[in-house]
């Protein structure tokens, strides 16, 4: 027994006069060096910062490349959609009672160059990262929910969001003035026009500072109402059902702003009198209301679908114009491949926008410019193994008088995480 004691006492001695340096080591001992690892992968890591509440990190990236030709010069540029730009969330919520609950979201775009925003002179329109969502909320199953803070107004998507065909966030939208190109000007014989995307100043109701309400849903119907930014409020219903393998989705909304102050401020929208190249001097920001629709139906078993929405938007100031725009799209939605599903559509739409009734140009004054007109095919490849969206496209825009088409030619993709 003896000698065995003394052979393990040596061993041991001898085991622990010989430890190897590894590069790992940071001077301390073993445990001081994983605790040290360990804080630095909590600096680094997203996190609840309290056990109660939930936090979920999520997002998309969706960027594209599109080629352009407006009649007189073509080009092809790359950047961030503006249909649905990449951005990433924080969402939390927390259990109150077997009732209640509470949340937040903060929301942040992140845009490389916006493709909605560049033109013949500029391959990068806009660039950087916007706010858009910093809200918390407080949800009742029976009583609904309020929210407080920069998010949504009731009225916003109304257009763009309504879709069952698998196109509207990536190539296509209710919001044509967020297609790629859209800023992009009319040129012909009188020279360089208005953009496309003034012509169709669809626009969306957006974001603001607002305290917003929203029913619980009854029977697919859910009531929305909010408040905000000194002077602005909108209204909206929605519906959203399934009858024998229909699927139908609808929305109405009503908003008004009378934040501007004649200065610009809030939402108000831009009509300007003269639109001449050049001139910004007549620009005036106005005081409006509006009226927005649109809806949706899907027959599962073909995937057949069919999708449209409407616009109506009027000024206070007698010197405002009145703006009419309405879209239809329809193709089939269907799962062709093992990938995930195909979606294949044409769209066509229509604006009359009177604030290009008359429009001048090195002296010459054409009439009748407030009419115009898009169209194109569009076709979707969902990946669902990856939350992945890839899209190819064309449209054309088009505006009455002694104009060039614009054509565009688009494709990218949409991954979410």
């Given at each position: 027994m003896k000698v065995k004691s003394i052979a393990a006492a040596a061993l041991l001695v001898a085991s622990t006069a010989w430890t190897p340096a590894y590069s790992a080591d940071l001077g301390g001992d073993c445990c001081a060096d994983l605790e040290e690892r360990v804080d630095e992968l909590e600096a680094t890591t997203?996190?609840?910062?309290?056990?109660?509440?939930?936090?979920?990190?999520?997002?998309?990236?969706n960027e594209l490349v599109y080629w352009w030709d407006n009649g007189q010069e073509s080009n092809a540029y790359v950047g961030t959609s503006g249909f649905s730009s990449s951005r990433f969330r924080f969402l939390g919520s927390a259990q109150i009672n077997a009732d209640w609950s509470a949340g937040y979201l903060i929301e942040v775009e992140v845009v490389s160059a916006q493709v909605n925003r560049t033109d013949q002179h500029d391959d990068d329109g806009s660039i950087g990262?916007?706010?858009?969502?910093?809200?918390?909320?407080?949800?009742?199953k029976t009583l609904g929910k309020i929210s407080v803070g920069h998010t949504s107004h009731a009225a916003d998507d109304i257009t763009s969001s309504v879709c069952l065909g698998g196109v509207c966030g990536t190539a296509a939208q209710g919001n044509i003035d967020a297609a790629p190109g859209a800023a992009l000007r009319f040129t012909g014989a009188g020279g360089s026009y208005f953009r496309a995307s003034q012509l169709f100043a669809v626009g969306d109701?957006?974001?603001?500072?607002?305290?917003?309400?929203?029913?619980?849903?009854?029977?697919?119907?859910?009531?929305?109402?909010?408040?905000?930014e000194d002077?602005?409020?909108?209204?909206?219903?929605?519906?959203?059902?399934?009858?024998?393998?229909?699927?139908?989705?609808?929305?109405?909304?009503?908003?008004?702003d009378h934040d501007c102050n004649g200065a610009g401020g809030g939402k108000c929208a831009l009509y300007n009198d003269d639109l001449s190249p050049g001139d910004s001097g007549d620009r005036i920001y106005g005081d409006y209301n509006e009226i927005?629709?649109?809806?949706?139906?899907?027959?599962?078993?073909?995937?057949?679908?069919?999708?449209?929405?409407?616009?109506?938007?009027?000024?206070?100031?007698?010197?405002?114009?009145?703006?009419?725009?309405?879209?239809?799209r329809a193709g089939i939605y269907q799962k062709f491949f093992a990938l995930g599903k195909t979606s294949i559509s044409g769209e066509y739409g229509s604006v009359s926008n009177d604030t290009y009734k008359s429009y001048e140009v090195d002296d010459d004054?054409?009439?009748?410019?407030?009419d115009g007109r898009h169209f194109g095919i569009n076709l979707v490849q969902d990946i669902d193994s990856a939350a992945m969206n890839i899209f190819l496209g064309w449209r054309r825009?088009?505006?009455?008088?002694?104009?060039?088409?614009?054509?565009?030619?688009?494709?990218?993709?949409?991954?979410?995480?």
């Open positions: 997203a996190r609840k910062g309290k056990r109660k509440v939930s936090l979920t990190v999520s997002g998309q990236v990262t916007n706010l858009r969502h910093s809200m918390w909320y407080l949800q009742s109701v957006d974001r603001a500072n607002i305290i917003r309400y929203d029913t619980p849903s009854i029977a697919g119907f859910v009531l929305s109402a909010d408040w905000g002077d602005m409020w909108s209204v909206a219903l929605r519906y959203a059902g399934e009858f024998n393998g229909i699927k139908i989705a609808a929305a109405v909304g009503y908003f008004e927005r629709a649109s809806g949706a139906i899907l027959h599962t078993p073909t995937g057949l679908f069919a999708e449209g929405g409407y616009v109506h938007r009027e000024f206070d100031d007698t010197n405002g114009h009145d703006f009419n725009y309405w879209f239809v004054v054409f009439k009748d410019l407030s825009f088009e505006a009455d008088g002694p104009t060039d088409s614009i054509d565009t030619i688009y494709s990218g993709a949409r991954i979410q995480f």
